[in-house]
Nanobody, 122 residues
Framework: QVQLVESGGGLVQAGGSLRLSCAVSGGTFSSYVMGWFRQAPEKEREFVAGIGLRGQYYGESAKGRFTISRDNVKNMVYLQMNSLKPEDTAVYYC?????????????????WGQGTQVTVSS
């Protein structure tokens, strides 16, 4: 059984940084592209970043500020977030991409974590 567990969220002031972690158990971790999404209240889940064998991919909101990385030995995915803004406030989710469809669409993901709350104060 595949499980994803996010951690590292919290409250931070605007301009600050946070590093999110996603621990993955079950399955063949290194074979899958992994992604980070976020969901603010009353908004749809939004693609933040993805990482696979061929590189990293970022949503517009993350470019230049966030960095996604992975450790295939520890089965971990990370999201380093710098220069945080109040509009980055959301629950952040880690997901496993099936390879079918678009990387930035939630329907292409088969497993999700429970999410970690990030709150950026102004």
């Amino acid at each position: 059984q595949v499980q994803l567990v996010e951690s590292g969220g919290g409250l931070v002031q605007a301009g600050g940084s946070l590093r999110l972690s996603c621990a993955v158990s079950g399955g063949t971790f290194s074979s899958y592209v992994m992604g980070w999404f976020r969901q603010a209240p009353e908004k749809e889940r939004e693609f933040v970043a993805g990482i696979g064998l061929r590189g990293q991919y970022y949503g517009e909101s993350a470019k230049g500020r966030f960095t996604i990385s992975r450790d295939n030995v520890k089965n971990m995915v990370y999201l380093q977030m710098n220069s945080l803004k109040p509009e980055d406030t959301a629950v952040y989710y880690c997901g496993r991409f099936t390879g079918s469809g678009a990387l930035d669409a939630t329907r292409g993901y088969d497993y999700w974590g429970q999410g970690t709350q990030v709150t950026v104060s102004s």
